[in-house]
């Protein structure tokens, strides 16, 4: 359940360690901006508003209250349980990524106050493996939703996972879906409350787990947002895509979101859906 | 059963199976005409034992995949006494890829779900060849909870490529449905019993695969991506596929040193496609033993043991664990 090449409409994703030109040509309008406008301000397009790439610690900043963040589970560290070896080994690859991002996995978990309400937050990151669930991922926030049930904390899951589950630890990772997702049915059985923010790109084994049972399901503007991939649904059905399919607002048309909601806008938005169901 | 298409590995199986047909035609005409049909015969045993003892992870794939497989249509036939066909979605309509209904396994009444792929063309194209729309994963959801209500157990019967990729597919909410039938199905008050009878492909087996009980049949396989789309991905070309179902560890064997299934159902000499009824036996052995262990457990002790089973997968490394019960090995609690 993988959609690992569904880069429309992402935005170029700035791999930290990578010096960053001066200048970005918008995803959504084309035009050529100046970077750190866009850094500025969340990360938005100047001129159309476009939403580009941040990382799980840029939106832990967006997200929480300065200083607030405390990571739990850090200590929670991929394995390579297969031998898996496409054009390098899976432990190999694990190390790169690490390096690359500057993230031991792709998730980050932990607490944090959102206006001074305390809160579960789990943030997945795109860079990292496409934002792939395996078995790090799936007890990071399987750990992270017993807490929020224990402490009776709201839970917010910000999600962005092109990758669905990760092809490279195989069953396990599938199996990371219902972890995750019976974790979350005993959360909801003892009355708390999940919010489900669901950014560029949410696919596969994610979107067809946790990133979906939200008591709230918010999205960034235009995120791809879907079960299968693009390529895979034109390979099966032959015929072009509708225009806009797949998109934060294709899934509001359809039901399946509750708010778009746009980044400078989130951590109030959050704040007062706990507020009106009283968490 | 002898395949039309046919195996290309079976092909010894094929030449002893005729040649076996042909002695048999004059069966009786000498003793030593009889010796050799008895020499044909051990022959062909012993070729499908060493055939099937030694099958690659792409042949495994391609006998998961066999066109004269039993499906859950013809267990449904071969295993209950009765099934009654629940249709409704009572949503948007009847999805042919998901069966659904009540039947009576000796005695016992039981709801039956399970993916079917139609063995006509006509049958097929019906069934989507097994790939479930969101409306079959409703159906699905709407007869369990009918099923906990009534005090009914569930048996899913796992048997698909995968879920449907479509327009209407998405439209309709594939990733909501497959999510929910998780959730709801890891806090359903009933027993449920999941068995792989060939493909558990991915996301779509998953969404009628958590259960008390998950169970393969020997020569399925279950996994998180079809060999051609892991081989698509990370070799860039279907090629690969034979590449990719050696890396994917899929097998019943494999999962079940993962840990990820109970047990594994020994299918008949060459194959349930062999024997369509031994097959059906063991699979109904298998779930009339099953049953009766999980109707002896108390509903909160069986959903309390159904979360931890789902909860204890994964393969990690846990240091702060390890750190503290003081082991100097970096081998994890979380490690199976
Ligand atoms: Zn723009």
Redesign the interface.
Same mark, same amino acid.
Not at chain 2, 86 to 97: I, M, N, Q, T, W
Not at chain 2, 159 to 182: C, F, H, K, L
């Given at each position: 359940m993988a959609s690992i090449d569904e880069k429309r409409g992402t935005a170029r994703q700035p791999k930290r360690g990578v010096p960053h030109g001066l200048w970005l040509r918008c995803t959504g309008c084309k035009e050529t901006i100046f970077r750190s406008e866009a850094e500025k301000f969340f990360n938005l397009c100047p001129k159309c508003g476009y939403h580009f790439y941040v990382t799980a610690k840029e939106r832990i900043n967006q997200v929480l209250d300065t200083g607030t963040f405390e990571e739990w589970d850090k200590d929670v560290l991929p394995t390579d349980p297969l031998n898996f070896h496409d054009n390098k080994p899976y432990s190999e690859r694990l190390t790169a990524e690490q390096k690359r991002t500057g993230l031991s996995e792709a998730a980050v978990t932990g607490t944090g106050m959102i206006r001074a309400r305390r809160v579960a937050f789990g943030v997945t990151d795109s860079a990292f493996i496409m934002g792939s669930m395996g078995s790090v991922v799936g007890e990071r926030l399987a750990r992270l939703v017993e807490r929020a049930t224990e402490q009776r904390l709201p839970l917010i899951i910000v999600s962005g996972s092109g990758g669905g589950a990760r092809m490279h630890e195989g069953i396990l990772s599938l199996m990371q879906m219902a972890k995750v997702s019976a974790a979350l049915a005993r959360y909801d059985q003892a009355g708390g409350l999940f919010i489900s923010v669901l950014t560029n790109p949410t696919m596969g084994g994610v979107a067809a787990s946790f990133a979906s049972l939200g008591d709230l399901i918010f999205a960034e503007p235009r995120a791809l947002i879907g079960f299968a991939g693009p390529r895979t649904i034109m390979a099966t059905i032959r015929l072009e895509l509708p225009k806009g399919f797949q998109t934060s607002e294709f899934l509001l048309e359809h039901g399946y979101i509750d708010r778009i909601v746009t980044r400078d806008k989130l951590k109030s938005e959050i704040a007062r859906a706990i507020d009106y169901c009283g968490k | 059963m002898a395949t039309q298409n046919g195996l290309p590995f079976e092909a010894p199986i094929y030449q002893l199976e005729d040649r076996l047909r042909e002695l048999l035609a004059n069966a009786g005409s000498s003793p030593e005409h009889d010796d050799e049909i008895r020499r044909v015969r051990r022959e062909l045993a012993e070729t499908t034992r060493r055939i099937y003892a030694n099958l690659t992870p792409w042949e495994t794939v391609l006998v998961a995949r066999e066109k004269n497989r039993p499906y859950t249509a013809d267990y449904l036939s071969l295993v209950f006494d009765e099934f009654v066909e629940l249709h409704g979605d009572k949503f948007f309509g009847d999805d042919r890829a998901m069966l659904c209904g009540f039947a009576n396994l000796e005695q016992q009444k039981v709801v039956v779900i399970g993916h079917q792929k139609g063995r006509t063309y006509k049958e097929r194209s019906a069934c989507n060849f097994g790939c479930a729309h969101p409306e079959g994963y409703r159906k699905a959801l709407a007869k369990m909870r009918l099923a906990a209500k009534f005090g009914l157990p569930v048996i899913c019967i796992i048997d698909t490529p995968? &879920?449907?990729?479509?327009?209407g &597919?998405?439209?309709?909410?594939? &990733?909501?449905v497959?999510?929910?039938n998780?959730?709801?199905m890891?806090?359903l008050p009933t027993p449920i019993i999941c068995v792989v009878i060939g493909e558990g492909g991915?996301?779509g087996a998953?969404?009628i695969?958590?259960g008390d009980r998950v169970a393969m049949l020997e020569h399925s396989y279950?996994?998180?991506?079809s060999p051609e789309?892991?081989a698509g991905?990370?070799?860039k070309s279907h090629q690969f596929a034979e590449k990719a179902a050696k890396?994917?560890? *899929?097998r019943s064997r494999?999962?079940l040193q *993962?840990g990820?299934v109970d047990s594994v159902i020994d299918e008949p000499l060459g194959g349930a496609h062999r024997d369509h009824h031994r097959m059906a036996a063991r699979l109904k052995q298998y779930l009339i033993k099953t049953l009766r262990e999980l109707r002896a457990v108390p509903t909160p002790d069986l959903l309390l043991g159904?979360?931890e089973k *789902?909860?204890r997968?994964?393969? *990690?490394?846990?240091?702060?664990s390890i750190?503290q019960s003081g082991q100097a090995s970096t081998e994890?609690a979380?490690?199976?």
């Amino acid at each position: 359940m993988a959609s690992i090449d569904e880069k429309r409409g992402t935005a170029r994703q700035p791999k930290r360690g990578v010096p960053h030109g001066l200048w970005l040509r918008c995803t959504g309008c084309k035009e050529t901006i100046f970077r750190s406008e866009a850094e500025k301000f969340f990360n938005l397009c100047p001129k159309c508003g476009y939403h580009f790439y941040v990382t799980a610690k840029e939106r832990i900043n967006q997200v929480l209250d300065t200083g607030t963040f405390e990571e739990w589970d850090k200590d929670v560290l991929p394995t390579d349980p297969l031998n898996f070896h496409d054009n390098k080994p899976y432990s190999e690859r694990l190390t790169a990524e690490q390096k690359r991002t500057g993230l031991s996995e792709a998730a980050v978990t932990g607490t944090g106050m959102i206006r001074a309400r305390r809160v579960a937050f789990g943030v997945t990151d795109s860079a990292f493996i496409m934002g792939s669930m395996g078995s790090v991922v799936g007890e990071r926030l399987a750990r992270l939703v017993e807490r929020a049930t224990e402490q009776r904390l709201p839970l917010i899951i910000v999600s962005g996972s092109g990758g669905g589950a990760r092809m490279h630890e195989g069953i396990l990772s599938l199996m990371q879906m219902a972890k995750v997702s019976a974790a979350l049915a005993r959360y909801d059985q003892a009355g708390g409350l999940f919010i489900s923010v669901l950014t560029n790109p949410t696919m596969g084994g994610v979107a067809a787990s946790f990133a979906s049972l939200g008591d709230l399901i918010f999205a960034e503007p235009r995120a791809l947002i879907g079960f299968a991939g693009p390529r895979t649904i034109m390979a099966t059905i032959r015929l072009e895509l509708p225009k806009g399919f797949q998109t934060s607002e294709f899934l509001l048309e359809h039901g399946y979101i509750d708010r778009i909601v746009t980044r400078d806008k989130l951590k109030s938005e959050i704040a007062r859906a706990i507020d009106y169901c009283g968490k | 059963m002898a395949t039309q298409n046919g195996l290309p590995f079976e092909a010894p199986i094929y030449q002893l199976e005729d040649r076996l047909r042909e002695l048999l035609a004059n069966a009786g005409s000498s003793p030593e005409h009889d010796d050799e049909i008895r020499r044909v015969r051990r022959e062909l045993a012993e070729t499908t034992r060493r055939i099937y003892a030694n099958l690659t992870p792409w042949e495994t794939v391609l006998v998961a995949r066999e066109k004269n497989r039993p499906y859950t249509a013809d267990y449904l036939s071969l295993v209950f006494d009765e099934f009654v066909e629940l249709h409704g979605d009572k949503f948007f309509g009847d999805d042919r890829a998901m069966l659904c209904g009540f039947a009576n396994l000796e005695q016992q009444k039981v709801v039956v779900i399970g993916h079917q792929k139609g063995r006509t063309y006509k049958e097929r194209s019906a069934c989507n060849f097994g790939c479930a729309h969101p409306e079959g994963y409703r159906k699905a959801l709407a007869k369990m909870r009918l099923a906990a209500k009534f005090g009914l157990p569930v048996i899913c019967i796992i048997d698909t490529p995968g &879920a449907y990729p479509g327009i209407g &597919a998405e439209e309709r909410g594939q &990733a909501t449905v497959i999510a929910q039938n998780m959730y709801e199905m890891s806090r359903l008050p009933t027993p449920i019993i999941c068995v792989v009878i060939g493909e558990g492909g991915s996301g779509g087996a998953l969404g009628i695969g958590v259960g008390d009980r998950v169970a393969m049949l020997e020569h399925s396989y279950y996994s998180v991506i079809s060999p051609e789309g892991c081989a698509g991905i990370l070799w860039k070309s279907h090629q690969f596929a034979e590449k990719a179902a050696k890396a994917l560890r *899929f097998r019943s064997r494999d999962l079940l040193q *993962f840990g990820i299934v109970d047990s594994v159902i020994d299918e008949p000499l060459g194959g349930a496609h062999r024997d369509h009824h031994r097959m059906a036996a063991r699979l109904k052995q298998y779930l009339i033993k099953t049953l009766r262990e999980l109707r002896a457990v108390p509903t909160p002790d069986l959903l309390l043991g159904r979360y931890e089973k *789902f909860r204890r997968m994964g393969a *990690f490394l846990d240091q702060a664990s390890i750190d503290q019960s003081g082991q100097a090995s970096t081998e994890a609690a979380g490690v199976r």
